[in-house]
């Protein structure tokens, strides 16, 4: 059974650092591309950053370009977000999100975890 | 910076057909941007539904459906029930590995 399974969230105050794992099992993880989405509080989802199967091609969302990084370690399969200088906007569940074959759509999401900035 | 627009809500009777629709601030939805839908109850992780336009997602009943309606991206919904109130969202790839989601869509079945 695919499962994918976030955490690391929690309380950090503004221009604090962070960083989300996303634990994945049930396939072959170095094969898929993965995502982070967010959504704060009674609004959308906002989609954050990419990463090809091997982690050799990253994409960012401007909104955190330069302040947030995705990685993630195959032998582990665990994904990751290290986000730094943490702004109030920032607030929100992020989901970690398994892609289909294919690069272009998400399939299984995890639970989420929130992130709250706030001092 | 390229908007992707959604109804903010849509009610449907019960039974009945609605069709939600996924569009560009500029220009037209294709297959070319491999338009997705996403399914989300309050409290609860999203939930695929289609993709790549049409494809329904492994467990999705084929009540749902999905197409390209003009210059949109459509997801028809037939037989509408209670438990398909909720939200639903789209996501549009732009290339050069970025996805927009558009506003979402809250249904209400009454």
């Known amino acids: 059974e695919v499962q994918v399974l976030e955490s690391g969230g929690g309380l950090v105050q503004p221009g604090g650092s962070l960083r989300l794992s996303c634990a994945a099992s049930?396939?072959?993880?170095?094969?898929?591309?993965m995502t982070w989405v967010r959504q704060a509080p009674g609004k959308g989802l906002e989609w954050l950053s990419t990463?090809?199967?091997?982690?050799?091609?990253?994409y960012y969302a401007d909104s955190v370009k330069g302040r947030f990084t995705i990685s993630r370690d195959n032998s582990k399969n665990t994904l990751y977000l290290q986000m730094s200088s943490l702004r109030d906007e920032d607030t929100a569940v992020y989901y970690c999100?398994?892609?289909?074959?294919?690069?272009?759509?998400?399939?299984?999401w995890g639970q989420g975890t929130l992130v709250t900035v706030s001092s | 910076q390229t908007v992707v627009t959604q109804e903010p809500s849509f009610s449907v009777s019960p039974g009945g057909t609605v069709t939600l629709t996924c569009g560009l601030s500029?220009?037209?939805?294709?297959?070319?941007?491999?338009p997705s839908w996403y399914q989300q109850t309050p409290g609860q992780a999203p939930r695929t539904l289609i993709y790549?336009?049409?494809s329904r997602s492994s467990g999705v009943p084929d009540r749902f459906s999905g197409s390209i309606l003009g210059n949109k991206a459509a997801l028809i919904i037939t037989g509408a029930q209670a438990d398909d109130e909720c939200d639903y969202y789209c996501v549009l790839y732009m290339g050069s590995g970025i996805w927009v989601f558009g506003g979402g869509t809250k249904l209400t079945v009454l």
């Open positions: 999100a398994k892609h289909l074959s294919g690069w272009y759509w998400f399939d299984y």
């Open positions: 790549n336009t049409k």
């Open positions: 990463i090809s199967g091997s982690g050799g091609s990253t």
């Open positions: 500029s220009g037209s939805v294709s297959t070319s941007y491999y």
């Open positions: 049930g396939f072959t993880f170095s094969s898929y591309a």
